[in-house]
């Protein structure tokens, strides 16, 4: 698995795609760091697009990579290796390569900045964290959505529409309900909805972590409450971390029934 | 002979109008203040000479004199009860330092206490962990001026208030800096004074706090990091000018807090850093005219039984939430306000946007109604909402529009 997921890497590392994504991160830290001049309003306005752009590209990018990589795929499995780690590798390959970037891209500008001496550290680094996780999962979901389908069309369209579900449409189902049942006590509701989504689950920590968290007032108070406690921090991480493995899991479990 | 007799009349004149003076030292034939107090008579002046005095309930009945402390001398309360307590016309005290005022929970223990009095000048006095700080009650025609009041407040039940005026008129509160106290200074039934140029930093309810007291003037002071900046309650005809209200910031914190307040107008105050700027409750005819709101969470929220407030020529710059809204417009006005997120534009070049901007987004809208939508804060969805909403709104109320939204920031 260890020598599929460095031909996956090396093979991203000498994309196109992978320099584009990480000099548009490079370029949005230093951009950003330039205007604001103030770590912790960038790490606000970084949090925006890192919940926006980290699960899209994460989509787009896995699904697209399978789709190109079926050829090389079908020789490999010509071969005497494990399905698992062909898929498993292949997947990694992209998932590390796309945090590499991120990381790597945000890190560069923020370090030269002076991230070291700052007091903002721990929410960069609680930033990268979730951006991470968005990667890991979306690609992963990705994989799966591209190994059900054959169809490239359909695919690529389902991924996106799996996007703006958590990005969007999630959010928008998470308001209705609460101003329809906006008489009933909605704080355990908002807590649990809030944690099934991963892309709302980054966004709460993050913002958790900042100083714009006494605007959630009560409803924020509550959910200070819960992330403080070691039972949130580790419930937040599990539900990060179920996230990735699930669908790692179901990888796994397609490619080694699928006929190909 | 007529030089002998103008000597004689020089003499006798200069003994009975001239003050004797007091002085005070470890070393001197006086050796306490309270010895001091009580030979003096009216019109003599009291030198405290440097040192340490443990004295406490030193009282001043109906004695017009001036104490004047020479190289900070300190008065040890030794946490026994008031360190100085007044009850009398025309005097001052200057200079000293009073630390270690007593705690209680059944009476008021202050550095400085003055009761049914007149005429008088507090003036650059320090006081250090003290209970209540100044202390006036049914005074009038008052200077506190220059003082420096500090203390280590912990909870809202074992601390006091830095300057706390109850039942006075024409009381001027002056250059005065007051950190780490319950209230900074607190106003009761206290009508047609003045709190200028003051510091309140660091208390852990309000740095001003007003109530029930009419036609008073408060300007040029600093509000930072209270539990909330200033509270303005029952009150009515209150100007406030040139304030600074920062860093109010916490879940249940306020830059200015009014409620049941009538008749007065905010002017030229700057809002930084807090988490609501303004919020206002029950309030009548109040103008708010050139303040700048930057950097809050809300820059005012409107709570209920809000009538003819007037908003004008007010900067609203970058805040989270610029209007919060409840209930119905009730003839509040906003106009010619340069708000941050008005995206219009000015084809005419009159310096006026041609399009009415709309303070209240839909998402503060909503929070308004279940606050526990809060928590989709910076979502995705919540700014797609808010941009289609700003496009055709439906849901926030019609009229409540700032038809003349001004295109440059208000330099005033």
């Known amino acids: ?260 | 002979m007529c030089r002998f007799f103008l000597f004689i009349i020089f003499v006798f004149a200069s003994v009975v109008s001239r003050a004797q003076e007091i002085e005070v030292c470890k070393t001197c034939e006086v050796k306490t203040i309270q010895a001091a107090v009580d030979m003096a008579r009216d019109g003599d002046i009291l030198k405290i000479k440097s040192g340490i005095y443990k004295e406490h309930d030193i009282s001043i009945i109906d004695k017009s004199i001036s104490i004047i402390g020479e190289g900070l001398p300190v008065i040890d309360a030794q946490m026994k009860g008031t360190a100085l307590s007044i009850r009398a016309e025309n005097f001052s005290v200057e200079g000293l330092k009073i630390i270690n005022v007593g705690r209680s929970h059944t009476s008021d223990f202050a550095g400085i206490l003055v009761s049914n009095s007149k005429n008088f000048e507090l003036k650059n006095n320090r006081l250090d962990k003290v209970f209540f700080g100044i202390l006036l009650e049914r005074a009038s025609e008052g200077i506190i001026l220059g003082n420096k009041i500090t203390s280590n407040a912990k909870s809202q039940s074992t601390s006091g208030n830095g300057v706390h005026i109850w039942k006075s008129e024409k009381i001027t509160v002056k250059n005065n800096q007051v950190i780490g106290l319950r209230d900074g200074i607190y106003l009761e039934f206290v009508n047609n004074s003045e709190v200028i140029d003051n510091l309140c930093k660091d208390n852990l309810r309000y740095g001003l706090h007003f109530m029930f007291s009419d036609h008073d003037l408060y300007k040029g002071n600093v509000f930072e990091n209270n539990g909330a900046g200033v509270a303005v309650m029952y009150s009515k005809f209150i100007d406030m000018h040139n304030n600074k209200f920062r860093k109010n910031w916490g879940s249940a914190s306020y830059g200015l807090l009014l409620k049941e307040i009538n008749d007065s107008e905010l002017r030229n105050n700057i809002f930084e850093d807090n988490t609501i700027a303004i919020s206002a409750d029950n309030t009548n005819r109040i103008n708010y005219i050139e303040n700048n709101f930057r950097n809050n969470g809300y820059a005012v929220r409107i709570r209920g039984a809000v009538y003819d407030n007037n908003f004008q020529r007010n900067n609203f710059l970058y805040n989270s939430f610029d209007i919060a809204y409840t209930g119905k417009l009730n003839n509040n006005k906003f106009s010619n306000n340069y708000w941050s997120g008005y995206s219009g534009y000015d084809l005419d070049k009159n310096g006026i946007g041609d399009v009415p901007f709309r303070p209240v987004s839909l998402f503060s809208y909503l929070v308004n109604k279940t606050p526990e939508a809060i928590v989709l804060l910076r979502s995705t969805f919540i700014d797609l909402l808010d941009f289609s909403e700003k496009v055709s709104p439906i849901f926030t109320p019609a009229n409540l529009i700032d038809d003349q939204p001004l295109m440059k920031r208000i330099q005033w």
Request: aromatic share 18%; proline share 2%; glycine share 8%.
């Open chain 1, 1 to 260: 698995m260890l020598k599929i997921l460095k031909y996956s890497f090396y093979d991203l590392s000498r994309s196109l795609w992978s320099y584009v994504y990480f000099f548009f991160y490079l370029l949005l830290g230093v951009v950003l760091l330039f205007l604001n001049n103030d770590l912790s309003n960038a790490v606000i306005t970084l949090m925006n697009v890192i919940i926006v752009l980290v699960p899209l590209i994460g989509t787009i990018f896995g699904v697209m990579y399978f789709y190109n990589s079926r050829e090389f795929t079908e020789l490999l499995l010509a071969q005497p290796v494990r399905r698992s780690s062909i898929f498993l590798g292949q997947y990694l390959g992209v998932a590390i390569s796309l945090s590499a970037s991120l990381i790597l891209g945000l890190g560069l500008p923020f370090i030269i900045y002076g991230l070291f001496q700052s007091g903002a550290i721990w929410d960069f680094v609680s930033l990268l964290v979730s951006g991470v996780f968005l990667s890991f999962i979306f690609t992963a979901l990705a994989f799966n959505i591209a190994l059900s389908y054959e169809n490239k069309i359909k695919g690529f369209g389902l991924a996106i529409l799996l996007w703006l579900f958590l990005a969007v449409v999630y959010d928008g189902l998470f308001l209705l309900s609460l101003v329809y049942f906006q008489d009933y006590p909605l704080d355990k509701f908002s807590l649990v909805a809030s944690m099934l989504n991963p892309i709302d689950l980054s966004r709460i920590l993050i913002l958790l972590k900042l100083d714009i968290s006494a605007l959630l007032g009560y409803t924020g108070a509550v959910f200070k409450q819960f992330f403080g406690t070691g039972l949130g921090a580790f419930t937040s991480i599990g539900v990060l971390i179920l996230w990735v493995l699930l669908p790692v899991w179901r990888i796994k479990y397609i490619s080694a029934k699928k006929d190909f």
